[in-house]
């Protein structure tokens, strides 16, 4: 599982370099098309919208999502489960913020990620923080669940990516990826 997030953070860590003069709906989309990428390599049905990229179908629910379907007897197409649910946010409100973290609260993915920034004089940790609190709070938290809180720090200018495992109600296991 590490694996993947280790990947995905080291994806987001090349796009302040590739695009430096831009921000926010110029960097979503290259993370977008550079997880559609990942995601298709691993033979996963991609959801996103906004990107270039070969198979992938418009957005469905998150900003991106993995899916892994199967055909019924009849052919139809049906999801068998969702494997990553991605929601990039990049206002400077915590109403915005919420509006899209607890779409993956409620998600049921292997891979949960959210991406935002520092913002309101906040630190990196202090935001990081605010995210675990909310999973913390979260009546339908299970063991096992696992989040990537990825925040941008304007200062080193790299994502600070932190892993988060859930291995108890209450008992939350917070590591800081290093890439």
Not at 39 to 59: F, K, P, S
Request: net charge negative.
């Amino acid at each position: 599982m590490q694996d993947v997030y280790q990947k995905i953070t080291a994806l987001l860590n090349e796009v302040p370099a590739k695009l430096p003069d831009a921000y926010d709906q110029d960097w979503t989309r290259c993370i977008k098309s550079e997880l559609a990428e990942l995601g298709a390599e691993r033979d996963h049905i991609v959801y996103a919208n906004g990107i270039e990229a070969q198979q992938v179908r418009g957005e469905w629910v998150y900003d991106v999502t993995w899916a892994q379907e199967s055909p019924d007897e009849s052919g139809e197409s049906n999801t068998k489960r969702i494997v990553l649910a991605c929601e990039c946010e990049w206002a400077r409100n915590w109403g915005d913020v919420w509006d899209d973290f607890d779409k993956l609260l409620q998600s049921r993915a292997d891979y949960r990620v959210f991406i935002t920034h520092q913002f309101g004089g906040q630190s990196v940790d202090e935001i990081t923080e605010k995210l675990i609190k909310r999973v913390d709070a979260y009546e339908q938290t299970s063991p096992g669940d696992t989040y990537l809180l990825a925040v941008y720090d304007n200062e080193t200018q790299t994502f600070s990516p932190t892993l988060l495992e859930v291995l108890m109600p209450d008992n939350l296991r917070a590591t800081r990826l290093m890439i």
